[in-house]
């Protein structure tokens, strides 16, 4: 079955960077674009950015285009966000989501999430 | 970029149907697909409807989608509720290479 395991949440300071991981099985990873989404406490969901399944075509939200970095690496069907100059608005869980289908952007799949917490 | 406005809240009895609703601000409802995702609390949300009006394998026909041009909306329709529907339902559109949710809602069943 799809499993989608996030890690590498935690605290950081202000200004500081953190790279999340997924680590993605029970499907062909190379066929599917990806997404980070990321839920801060108490509120609703915010796409974060999308990654093709290629790796070739990739998009940010614009609350953190040129601060985070999504990328993938197929021969390993692992997924990453990089994260740089953080600021207490980061703070939220981070979801990594499959596509719905290999044609499909909607998601699919979620995984449970990994908490990056922003502060000094 | 355009928004989805959600109604913050709806509450119904175990038994009866809801339907929640998600309008677009900008561009046409029926340009690109609305999907549907259930959160229940403390978990992570999955996927209800999807392309307007599909729903996912294991999801109950009880769960139903539309959309309607004129008022430039999409509805989620949940008939014969049970007390496990209760959760924050969230809509989702594209526009523009950005995903859109919609602030979500929050269903009561009582």
């Known amino acids: 079955q799809v499993q989608l395991v996030e890690s590498g949440g935690g605290v950081v300071q202000p200004g500081r960077s953190l790279r999340l991981s997924c680590a993605a099985s029970g499907f062909t990873f190379s066929n599917y674009g990806m997404h980070w989404v990321r839920q801060a406490p108490g509120k609703g969901l915010e796409w974060v950015a999308v990654i093709w399944s290629d790796g070739n075509n990739e998009y940010y939200a614009d609350s953190v285009n040129g601060r985070f970095t999504i990328t993938r690496d197929n021969s390993k069907n692992m997924l990453y966000l990089q994260m740089n100059s953080l600021r207490a608005e980061d703070t939220a869980v981070y979801y990594c989501?499959?596509?719905?289908?290999?044609?499909?952007?909607?998601?699919?799949?979620w995984g449970q999430g990994t908490l990056v917490t922003v502060s000094s | 970029n355009f928004m989805l406005t959600q109604p913050h809240s709806v509450s119904e009895s175990p038994g009866k149907t809801v339907t929640i609703s998600c309008t677009r601000s900008s561009g046409s409802i029926a340009t690109n697909y609305v999907q549907w995702y259930q959160q229940r609390p403390g978990s992570s949300p999955t996927i209800v409807i999807y392309e307007d009006r599909q729903r996912p394998s294991g999801v109950p026909d009880r769960f139903s989608g539309s959309i309607d041009t004129s008022s430039n909306a999409a509805s989620l329709t949940i008939s014969g509720l049970k007390t496990e529907d209760e959760a924050e339902y969230y809509c989702q559109s594209y526009g523009s290479n950005k995903w859109m949710f919609g602030g979500g809602t929050k269903l009561t069943v009582l």
């Open positions: 989501a499959k596509w719905q289908y290999t044609t499909s952007s909607a998601f699919g799949y």
